[in-house]
């Protein structure tokens, strides 16, 4: 279980910054800390196994027959992306002790962190896709935490939102393309994914699948012309900046590609798509990061272009190339994060971060300007540093490439202006920040070096850059063989890490990049003023009025369905029922099957002769709403003589009991309404409800009359022959509701314990004004609690509770369940209300209705996780017999732990509702009208 302990880490992690954030800055930095160290050394122990080759896995089922599993995945490729959130991680949480202010609240920063940490290390270590898209989700919603992180600040609030945007969106498509991808592979574990390989890129859904899949990658790591995000993202603090935009968020995109490498890759749809959109978001961000006079803004944007790079790398679609994108990803973490952090020290201690007035930095700040100087040069590509080796092997692969005919030298000419671009802004930073004359009415001045240990993360990873540049072999290597080699999916292709290759056009591509670079830099000016002549386009602005037009659209549509009448909800509900069905029946030749009709008896006749009549009378006499309610619940307890007529007793008990609670829940709201209502319906609405009424009601009998006559297979006949067997009980219903389906129910009693708290919040503090006449003029009676139904009302609650626990034991081999019994529990104690007042009941009965429901919802879900202690998936349930003295031989099954939280919801949420709608009044203080 290591590997889930690496992921949870970081969330239990979360709380401890918070609780010691009053302490101080350095004890709530060192409490961020523990969770990740612990996490790092739990991941460094495994290192000798994953670079021998081993894939460590752990796996609980979940839900196995839809293919989600709870399974983890350890190998080179989740050790290096591991490494990087975890070892980065602690820099930044380090660097943020410094970076953010004493009135900032740093345990809240620290804990969104953790957070985001965490998603991030469930989406490298997961091994089922469905499970590695869950905390994909995780990552947009922490990271749009952490960019809003000032949500006082207008744009960091407008740049959260773009992100969250633009990377859900992406995710919604990313959920389809894996969708897909399991459908086509018969599973959404990985293992079973990238051996399917080439059945995946021969199948008809391959296209759509990989589009689908792409899309999720290119908005995830910004890729044209989804790009624009990153750079409103810089309005976050530095650290997150460092952290998200350099070393992990962005990286999860480039992540997918280097993950799914071996399924989707090896087509012509691959490299150029793949390929394509690379080169051009090379290109894009690269141009563009050289005229940004923002400090972060440059970085944003060359950001994009060395994840283009790494795109690009990918979609060359060579084993050479892709073991190129791995190392890249290393190198630009290494000096990209360290870029970031040296330029919130610059910001830090200047108060600005535009490049024209934070000039000659080197005269005040030469310990960071040093530091930030080697960055820069290996984000350029200079030897020696770690950025100009994987520059070398990009170079060498976009010179194997076959696939474009003789348009080949548009991708080596490509990725050779992207280097020259790399070079020039890599200049810039240099010689704007750090030369170039005196610093111009800095906010902070004269600026000075910052704390020492706000340097220690920026001498690391430059000290990594420097390591990796001259001895890769002996620092590198390994990590880099285990990351590709499980990217590729199988052996490595010959490679060199050498610092020298001899004279080659790679090297003269590097040259041509050094020098060009230095020739554009050298005459910016006269393309600093071609690129202000150019048109604006405000990305943000540009995002702001889609995102206005799309909501103006969705309110015009929403106004045009939903005036607010109920009447017009149901008729276009009924309506499109109506078109649908009799579409479908329409290429029908008959209706009638060749299945015979099951004769109706006399009995059977007349009970759907009430049926019917009483539903009639419910409608002629709606306007009167005693006299429909009554009419209703006439409904009600035929419907429940029919479940009983063909030997469906659960359905019938659960019906009748769900008829008396619906019944006082709607005579204590129509206590508040007016006992009768004047028709308000034109002659036109009257006319057209008539239509869908007798429309609805023929379309009904034809689809059933349709179905019953024509033979169709039921999966009632699994249930009846293993519902012993694998359930341990004779009752078929209960042993679907508490085990075969017992996930359907966990879900149910959430939503009704929900509903039951949210109904209580609306209703408190509610007061409405008591009725104190009939429709006729006639008072209501003095006495609210009568003596003999308060009387009998006591002695029936002991014996309906006894009912009440009969039914719930008998209920895994005879008609009942907690169910029903949670129901009958709650008659028996709401008709305490109604006879006795809320204060005397309340006096006797001091239960606590949301504790019950939630104790309800909690004891389900625990005995489901049980499951898992055995090895079995999640809510799979046991059972036994036992020999007990005087008694004999009783079965016991888990599953009755499950029906007891079902029971206690049952009764918890019912309660919360019934009990507190009857204290609604607004005549006198502490009035009842219960």
């Avoid at 896709?129 to 989700?137: A, G, H, I, K, T």
């Avoid at 548009?410 to 750090?434: C, E, K, N, Q």
């Avoid at 009904?700 to 009980?729: E, K, Q, W």
Wanted: hydrophobic share 55%; charged share 10%; proline share 4%.
């Amino acid at each position: 279980m290591a590997l889930a302990l690496i992921i949870a880490l970081p969330f239990f992690g979360v709380i401890f910054p918070l609780l010691t954030e009053r302490l101080g800055r350095s004890a709530c930095s060192v409490a961020a800390g523990i969770a990740p160290l612990a996490a790092l050394a739990i991941l460094l122990s495994k290192q000798s196994a994953v670079f021998a080759g081993e894939v460590l896995r752990v796996k609980l089922e979940w839900l196995p027959t839809l293919g989600l599993n709870l399974s983890l995945r350890l190998d080179g490729l989740g050790f290096l992306f591991a490494l990087l959130i975890l070892g980065i991680g602690l820099l930044v949480i380090l660097y943020a002790r410094y970076y953010l202010s004493k009135q900032e609240p740093m345990g809240r920063f620290y804990a969104f962190l953790l957070l985001f940490m965490g998603a991030m290390l469930g989406v490298v270590l997961s091994e089922n896709l469905l499970l590695m898209l869950m905390f994909w989700e995780l990552t947009s919603l922490s990271s749009f935490l952490l960019i809003g992180y000032w949500s006082a600040r207008s744009d960091a609030r407008k740049g959260a939102r773009m992100a969250l945007a633009v990377t859900g969106g992406g995710g919604l498509a990313l959920l389809a393309g894996i969708l897909l991808i399991g459908h086509i592979a018969g599973s959404f574990e990985l293992s079973r994914v990238l051996a399917s390989g080439y059945a995946i890129r021969a199948h008809e859904l391959y296209p759509l699948a990989l589009v689908l899949v792409l899309l999720g990658v290119f908005t995830k790591s910004a890729q044209f012309p989804f790009h624009f995000w990153l750079p409103h993202a810089m309005s976050a603090p530095t650290p997150v900046s460092a952290y998200l935009h350099s070393a992990t968020m962005v990286k999860a995109g480039v992540f997918l590609l280097a993950r799914l490498y071996p399924a989707l890759a090896g087509s012509e749809w691959w490299f150029y798509l793949v390929s394509i959109t690379g080169l051009v978001t090379l290109l894009v961000g690269a141009g563009m990061a050289l005229f940004q006079h923002d400090l972060k803004g440059l970085l944003a944007y060359s950001t994009i272009s060395h994840l283009g790079l790494i795109t690009l790398l990918f979609g060359v679609d060579t084993r050479l190339g892709a073991v190129a994108a791995v190392f890249h990803i290393i190198n630009h973490a290494t000096f990209k994060a360290s870029l970031f952090m040296a330029a919130g020290i610059i910001d830090h201690e200047t108060g600005s971060r535009d490049m024209r007035r934070i000039n000659g930095m080197w005269k005040y700040m030469p310990h960071t300007a040093m530091l930030a100087m080697v960055a820069a040069s290996a984000m350029a590509g200079v030897p020696l540093l770690n950025g100009f080796l994987s520059k070398e092997m990009f170079f060498s692969e976009t010179l194997n490439l076959h696939m474009l005919g003789s348009f080949n030298w548009v991708i080596p000419a490509g990725a050779t202006l992207g280097g020259v671009f790399s070079v020039a802004y890599s200049l810039r930073f240099i010689h704007d920040v750090f030369f170039n004359g005196e610093p111009i009415n800095l906010p902070k001045y004269p600026p000075h070096e910052p704390p020492r240990y706000m340097k220690v993360p920026v001498e690391v990873l430059v000290f990594l850059c420097l390591l990796v540049g001259i001895v890769p072999a002996y620092t590198v290597a390994p990590l880099l063989a285990a990351a590709a080699s499980a990217s590729l999916g199988g052996e490595l292709p010959v490679y060199s890490l050498a610092i020298w290759h001899g004279f080659n056009l790679p090297l003269f591509m590097s040259f041509i990049a050094l020098f060009g670079g230095v020739l554009i830099y050298s005459f910016r000016q006269p393309l600093f003023r071609w690129y202000a002549g150019l048109p604006s386009m405000d990305a943000s602005l540009l995002f702001e009025r889609g995102v206005v037009l799309l909501v103006e659209t969705c309110t015009a549509i929403t106004q045009r369905l939903e005036n607010g009448s109920l009447q017009r909800y149901l008729s276009l509900l009924l309506g499109a029922a109506l078109v649908v069905v009799t579409l479908g029946l329409g290429p029908l030749p008959e209706v009638t099957g060749a299945v015979a009709m099951t004769p109706i008896n006399g009995i059977g006749a007349l009970g759907l002769g009430i049926l019917a009549l009483a539903a009639l009378v419910t409608v002629v006499f709606h306007r009167q709403r005693l006299v429909s309610l009554l009419m209703l619940s006439v409904v009600g307890l035929m419907v429940a003589l029919v479940f009983a007529g063909y030997s469906a007793p659960d359905l019938a008990l659960t019906q009748l009991s769900v008829e008396v609670v619906t019944i006082i829940l709607l005579m204590l709201a129509l206590y508040f309404l007016p006992a009768q209502t004047h028709g308000e319906s034109s002659s036109i609405r009257g006319l057209r409800d008539f239509i869908l009424a007798i429309g609805s009601g023929v379309m009904v009998a034809m689809l059933v009359f349709a179905v019953l006559t024509r033979p169709y297979d039921s999966i009632s006949s699994f249930f009846l022959a293993n519902s012993l067997s694998g359930g341990g009980g004779h009752n078929v219903v209960n042993v679907i509701l508490v085990d075969f389906r017992g996930f359907d129910t966990l879900g149910e009693i959430s939503v009704l314990a929900i509903a039951g708290v949210g109904i209580y919040a609306m209703l408190d503090g509610l007061r409405l004004i008591q009725p104190r006449a009939d429709a006729q003029g006639r008072n209501w009676a003095r006495d609210r609690h009568p003596l003999i139904l308060a009387t009998l009302s006591r002695v029936l609650l002991p014996m309906a509770l006894l009912i009440s626990v009969f039914i719930f034991l008998r209920g895994h081999n005879q008609p009942g369940g907690g169910f029903i019994a949670g129901l009958i529990t709650a008659v028996a104690l709401i008709l305490q209300y109604v006879a006795s007042g809320v204060q005397w009941t309340q006096s006797r009965l001091p239960l606590n209705y949301h504790r019950m429901a939630g104790a309800g919802v909690m004891i389900a879900g625990l005995t489901g996780l049980g499951s898992w202690l055995f090895g079995k998936p999640f809510l799979t349930s046991t059972f036994g017999h036992v020999a007990i003295p005087l008694v004999g031989e009783v079965e016991l099954a888990s599953a009755m732990l499950f029906d007891l939280g079902v029971y206690l919801t049952v009764v918890g949420a019912t309660l919360l509702i019934l009990a507190n709608l009857g204290k609604l009044t607004q005549e006198k203080a502490g009035q009842e009208v219960l």
